[in-house]
């Protein structure tokens, strides 16, 4: 690949300018390669089959067809888009014989031993190809029962929600499902699927009777757009009529008023281009609602906000207490929820029982998970040093994509099972789900006003404070996984999942205590995880086998020393734990630099130099080692400044092409006891999140620490001691 620097040349020149075009590239490719897309809005029948908080389907056919005789079948069907062929893992527990079917292909069938155990979760890979992939799912009644659950195998990582196939349900999420069938079928269009789309035709009820019931003088709002597409202001007329009281407001100006059951016509003169309809109804009678229409040339109604799978122009909310004064531009908020008569309330469709809901469809964009945290850091970072406003506007779109609808989504988690966006935000149960990105928000607020910010971090404190397992000595811990390996385990990651996010809210909130949970945590996974003869760190402590792994794993060291130089930059001066943290900084720097590679890079077994050139352990350690020579936590400058010279360089060489790509990042990890694991198993990705914001962040570093060189009153780096850390 095409690379940056030319080795020939001397590594301090052009070095500034060297750097910032490389930022540049990377943040460009990866922004590029990531657009600020808005979440999509769907359809959701709630009659219909709903997620777990595992985030698979509950496909449990007992309740819904308690008729149901042993011997016949029930059909599920979905699909969902993929964007390049890859392989996912799949899950599924049985209430009955189930076999699945992937793009009219069986791929799987249930075995007797997860036929007789419906709390046996089995796994399975499948490959999906680029675009649709339907599934098709075939269950048997017998007398234990119908049905099953079946998802995602990885909902941290993969939510993945369905689609509906049908063309009448273009767009809603959710499963189809058919009645208790006598025989199999061959034909999918043969047979009729529910949950169904329409209301009855015999039903005369007009819509807000239909999905409010009787309110008794309650009131529900309808929203639409009408368009003017004649290119100037045009008198129009509407015309309809309505049950109940009625109150149509075009751009938040009222413009008809009835206060009773009536037929209507009215002319406004409307402006070019799109303007707001509502429509607010009240319950006089039994049946209530409206019809509004306008058969003009040059004039039509449309969604208010696009909605997949939506029938009709119309959006509704309600019911509201009869006394409510609704702010009409509030109201119309697609990320908030609306204070109903009786609970809190969304938006929904003349459909029954369906509801719209937000999901996020984009790969990282709007994304929250901690890998993100740190892209984000890097990308926020490298929009203030190079004075690039529109990489900043990026992360902060990026970040109130999940924080805008934070309430929204603890909302829609208990309302149907799983939320559509923020799955891990909205469902934090440990430290990976909330300390990374918590940080990186609460470092980007000092610069720009993010909405919830303090409602999130305030949650997230709570969870590290008063919820996340500990050990009796305070020292967090993992006492579960999502996966029965990870129980009871200390993972040296997690001091970054933890401690820069403590630093920040200490540094927000100006509280001692959360500043003083940082420091016992290092002291705490020194005690369990340091290797003194070695002075690096293990990557786990295993309290299964109440050991060490002593497997020094690149990128978890990487993290202890990247987030103790976090903790030492806010520490004051005078902390009684100050001296005995430098002491640890320096001990773990001089372990790290002597483990450098010959090409400036450190390896992904540290202690192993044929394991592979790793990228995001090297941008870490060349992160603080720039930290500590311009903080003055190191005493050798010379030494330190000629690795983190010779680390960057390496990276500019091997790790970075001249797109922007980012290459040699360990992905996301396991642990084992053997080195083998790491050297061989946990290959690298191509722009792996893990490493993306690092390398910008080093990046930044070397930067920094040129400048800081060349103002140091002029002094050589020859000039420095060479005294030993």
Not at 104 to 123: A, H, N
Not at 271 to 289: A, I, M, Q, R
Not at 529 to 544: G, Q, R, T
Not at 696 to 711: D, P, R, W, Y
């Amino acid at each position: 690949m095409e690379t940056y620097i030319d080795l020939n040349e001397s590594i301090y020149s052009k070095l500034t300018d060297d750097v910032a075009e490389m930022l540049t590239t990377i943040a460009g490719r990866y922004i590029g390669d990531n657009p600020p897309h808005p979440v999509v809005y769907r359809a959701f029948n709630k009659s219909g089959l709903t997620r777990l908080p595992d985030y698979r389907y509950d496909l449990n056919f007992n309740g819904k067809f308690p008729g149901c005789k042993d011997g016949q079948y029930i059909y599920a069907w979905a699909k969902i888009w993929q964007d390049d062929e890859a392989d996912f893992m799949f899950a599924l527990n049985c209430y009955s014989p189930v076999q699945v079917y992937l793009n009219d292909e069986f791929v799987y069938r249930s075995t007797i031993v997860e036929e007789l155990d419906p709390k046996r979760r089995s796994g399975f890979k499948l490959t999906l190809k680029k675009g649709w992939n339907h599934f098709l799912l075939r269950f048997m009644k017998t007398t234990s029962g119908i049905g099953g659950i079946f998802g995602t195998g990885s909902f941290k990582r993969h939510p993945m929600h369905f689609l509906s196939p049908l063309k009448e349900k273009e767009g809603q999420e959710g499963w189809v499902f058919t009645e208790p069938l006598n025989a199999p079928v061959s034909e999918l269009d043969s047979v009729n699927w529910l949950p169904k789309t329409h209301w009855e035709e015999t039903d005369q009820a007009l819509q807000m009777a239909r999905m409010f019931g009787e309110q008794n003088n309650n009131y529900a709002i309808a929203w639409t757009k009408i368009k003017n597409t004649s290119f100037e202001q045009k008198e129009i007329t509407l015309s309809g009529r309505c049950k109940g009281a009625l109150e149509i407001f075009i751009n938040e100006i009222v413009v008809f008023k009835a206060d009773e059951s009536r037929s209507f016509h009215l002319a406004i003169d409307l402006p070019f281009g799109v303007s707001d309809v509502l429509v607010k109804s009240t319950c006089l009678t039994e049946n209530w609602g409206f019809h509004l229409e306008t058969t003009q040339e040059g004039m039509e109604f449309e969604l208010p906000y696009p909605v997949k799978g939506a029938n009709d122009h119309w959006l509704f909310v309600g019911p509201f207490d009869r006394n409510q004064v609704l702010d009409l531009n509030t109201l119309k908020s697609m990320d908030s929820l609306k204070e109903g008569a009786d609970s809190r309330i969304f938006w929904r469709l003349n459909q029954p029982n369906t509801w719209v809901r937000p999901y996020l469809e984009n790969r990282l964009f709007g994304k929250w998970d901690y890998p993100l945290g740190v892209t984000l850091y890097g990308l926020i970072e490298t929009g203030k040093e190079l004075q690039r406003g529109d990489i900043i506007k990026y992360v902060i779109k990026h970040m109130e994509t999940s924080t805008a609808l934070y309430k929204y989504s603890l909302w829609d988690k208990d309302e149907y099972g799983a939320a559509g966006i923020n799955n891990q935000l909205s469902a934090i149960d440990s430290l990976d789900d909330c300390g990374s990105f918590g940080a990186t928000m609460l470092l980007s607020e000092e610069t720009v006003p993010i909405k919830d910010a303090t409602h999130i971090a305030d949650d997230i404190v709570n969870h590290i404070t008063n919820i996340q397992d500990r050990l009796a000595d305070g020292t967090l811990y993992r006492r579960f996984g999502s996966v029965d390996f990870m129980k009871d385990t200390i993972w040296c990651d997690d001091l970054y999942m933890s401690t820069p996010f403590l630093c920040r809210y200490y540094k927000k909130t100006g509280d001692p205590s959360y500043l003083k949970d940082a420091v016992h945590q290092f002291l705490q996974y020194k005690k369990y995880l340091y290797i003194p003869e070695l002075k690096i760190m293990s990557h786990v402590y295993d309290f299964k086998f109440d050991t060490a792994t002593n497997v020094p794993w690149g990128r978890g060291n990487g993290w202890v020393l990247f987030s103790l130089s976090e903790l030492l930059a806010v520490l004051p001066e005078s902390h009684d734990k100050r001296n005995e943290l430098l002491t640890f900084f320096r001990e773990l720097s001089e372990g790290f630099i002597r483990l450098q590679g010959e090409n400036g890079m450190w390896h992904q077994v540290l202690t192993d130099q044929e394991s592979y050139e790793e990228t995001s352990c090297t941008s870490m350690f060349v992160c603080a080692f720039s930290r500590g020579i311009r903080h003055g936590w190191l005493k050798n400058k010379e030494l330190y400044v000629q690795s983190v010279y010779r680390g960057w360089e390496g990276m500019a060489k091997r790790a970075i092409d001249k797109q922007g790509n980012v290459y040699g990042v360990c992905q996301g990890s396991g642990y084992s006891f053997t080195g083998d694991y790491y050297k061989n198993d946990l290959t690298w990705i191509l722009n792996d999140t893990h490493g993306t914001g690092i390398v910008l962040l080093a990046g930044i570093e070397t930067m920094k620490l040129k400048k800081a060189l060349e103002n140091s009153n002029n002094d050589e780096p020859s000039k420095w001691s060479n005294e030993v850390v």
